[in-house]
């Protein structure tokens, strides 16, 4: 290709990505900044965080994983619910747990042991990171949500 020809394509290239780029409130340019901006969208993340804290409880157990050629030790898989029915909610998400554990059994390790089990009315992250500060040699394996029904 001649230097001309690539220049085109380079020209319309920028200006497509140009047109498909939005800035803030669906504009072409970026909108000054104001304080009153910064406020509502710092009022706005701690709503989110706030409701996402409240509105969920994590089951979780330690466990020893152990395969023919594989060991693992402190894997921490946790559970997450919404918080809807109370007590109903606990329950549902530790038997995903417990199916998640036939799941592991039967593709891939032969034996698991069970550390320490707990539950809390909290979201998962906030519980490993609880967990984490107690026994620092914790391996988060998963956070498996408890929402989606699993048969």
Excluded: W
């Excluded at 394509?9 to 304080?35: E, H, K, Q, W, Y």
């Excluded at 946790?78 to 918080?83: G, L, P, Q, S, V």
């Excluded at 109370?86 to 891939?108: H, P, Y």
């Amino acid at each position: 290709m001649n230097t001309f020809t690539q220049t085109c394509f380079l020209v319309i290239a920028c200006i497509a990505i140009g047109n498909s780029t939005l800035a803030n409130d669906g504009r072409m340019a970026p909108s000054p900044f104001t304080t009153t901006r910064f406020l509502a969208s710092a009022k706005k993340i701690d709503s989110i965080i706030a409701v996402n804290a409240t509105a969920k409880v994590c089951a979780c157990q330690i466990l020893n994983l152990q395969s023919n050629n594989h060991y693992v030790k402190n894997a921490v898989v946790f559970a997450e619910k919404t918080n809807s029915e109370g007590q109903e909610d606990l329950a549902k998400a530790q038997t995903r747990l417990e199916k998640e554990k036939r799941m592991l059994r039967l593709l891939f390790y032969n034996k698991i042991e069970v550390i320490a089990k707990t539950t809390a009315a909290t979201d998962c992250n906030t519980l490993f990171m609880q967990l984490k500060k107690k026994q620092d040699n914790l391996l988060l394996y998963e956070v498996l949500n408890a929402d989606i029904v699993i048969r």
